[in-house]
């Protein structure tokens, strides 16, 4: 049988695109050695760990199998001892960053929910340094992912660290995958910047600097008054607009939180 270095086509970015049945037996089975041969020098935790600072460092672009096994001094097709490819390596590397330490309140545990504002916070906070760590998360199609313990063990915290809004389980899931749609919009905005400012040499000011002639004279053409009239400081890099638009999210999650409980009080429950 033909071994496979790719995931999803050429790019190697998509999730739950090998062999699922595989993935989830080295997710949830014992899957850590190889069931022949003499006593492995090799570790799949190892293996998923070297493939993880490898694609922190270089991008998911620079990790395959053969550039994997050159880090760990073993030859390639020892490494399919393993894993069978990419593919299924990189629904390994997907789990492994979900088990680091997260600083999301845990409550699952008694029968005090946790408060649900600060949960969120932390939750949004905690995926943001998250994608910080592991930029190349942002580049994976996470459509199917498939779901190991530290997966299912981060949404079971998310989900006791929320329990407390008295939402049903639907819009439980739904109010995590909004907060984490609005931390992957700000991280790769964040990852774009520091991108393109390194791959084509000109720093944001030198950018924006050579565009300044060009926005005067619209600005000064009455084309646009509402644009020529905010104030100097209206796309000042200092914003912290991570900060602005999570306030907001609680916000509104607040305002349909006491929604759901003043139809409950209406109702007798």
Avoid: C
């Avoid at 050159?70 to 629904?91: C, F, H, I, Q, W």
Wanted: negative net charge; proline residues 4%.
């Amino acid at each position: 049988m033909a071994q496979r270095d790719s995931a999803g086509g050429t790019d190697g970015t998509t999730a739950g695109s090998g062999d699922i049945a595989r993935s989830l037996e080295l997710l949830w089975g014992t899957g850590d050695r190889p069931a022949r041969g003499p006593r492995p020098a090799l570790t799949l935790d190892r293996i998923v760990t070297a493939a993880v600072e490898i694609a922190d460092a270089e991008g998911l672009a620079a990790l395959s199998m053969r550039r994997l096994a050159t880090d760990l001094g073993t030859g390639t097709m020892s490494l399919y001892r393993y894993v069978p490819g990419k593919a299924e390596l990189l629904d390994l590397m997907l789990d492994h960053v979900l088990g680091e330490p997260s600083a999301v309140p845990d409550g699952t545990a008694g029968d005090e929910p946790a408060d649900w504002r600060a949960a969120l916070g932390a939750m949004a906070r905690s995926y943001l340094e998250q994608l910080r760590r592991h930029p190349w998360l942002l580049k994976v199609n996470q459509a199917r992912t498939v779901l190991g313990p530290n997966a299912v063990r981060g949404l079971e915290r998310a989900l006791g660290g929320i329990r407390g809004m008295g939402l049903s389980d639907a819009e439980l899931i739904s109010v995590i995958i909004t907060v984490n749609s609005f931390v992957e919009g700000i991280a790769r905005a964040r990852l774009h910047t520091s991108e393109v400012s390194r791959e084509t040499g000109l720093s944001d000011d030198d950018f924006w600097e050579n565009q300044r002639p060009y926005l005067e004279r619209a600005m000064l053409s009455g084309d646009y008054p509402l644009m020529a009239a905010l104030s100097d400081d209206a796309f000042d890099h200092g914003t912290d607009h991570f900060a602005f638009g999570l306030q907001r999210l609680i916000d509104g999650f607040e305002v349909l939180v006491e929604r759901r409980s003043g139809q409950r009080r209406s109702s007798g429950e």
